[in-house]
């Protein structure tokens, strides 16, 4: 049974940082790509970055140069590093990951961390 979970979410000032981790635990094999998105009030889930079990990195145009994904893998954990705050940054934060567990694999997401960007 693989779960992730994320945390760090909260409130943020604008022009400020957060930092978001996603830890997997269960039985995992291995872990290939991992990925944050992001769903705001009124809106569909939209993509926020993802990196590759090689290090490859993609951003949203939106956070590119602001946020920040990175992975350690020797602790499954993802992370998410945000700065430069912007209101519209608020929502609520997933993490998805592509997962080998017992001989399948299968793309597992968190349960959400909300983020809310507000002086």
């Known amino acids: 049974h693989v779960q992730l979970v994320e945390s760090g979410g909260g409130l943020g000032q604008p022009g400020g940082s957060l930092r978001l981790s996603c830890p997997s635990s269960?039985?995992?094999?291995?872990?290939?790509?991992l990925g944050w998105y992001r769903r705001a009030p009124g809106e569909q889930r939209e993509l926020v970055a993802t990196?590759?079990?090689?290090?490859?990195?993609n951003y949203a145009p939106s956070v590119k140069g602001r946020f920040t994904i990175s992975r350690d893998n020797a602790k499954n954990t993802m992370y998410l590093h945000m700065n430069s705050l912007k209101p519209e940054d608020t929502a609520v934060y997933y993490c998805?990951?592509?997962?080998?567990?017992?001989?399948?694999?299968?793309?597992?997401w968190g349960q959400g961390t909300q983020v809310t960007v507000s002086s």
């Open positions: 990196i590759t079990s090689g290090g490859f990195t």
């Open positions: 269960g039985s995992i094999g291995s872990i290939g790509t």
């Open positions: 998805n990951a592509d997962i080998l567990a017992n001989i399948t694999i299968s793309t597992y």
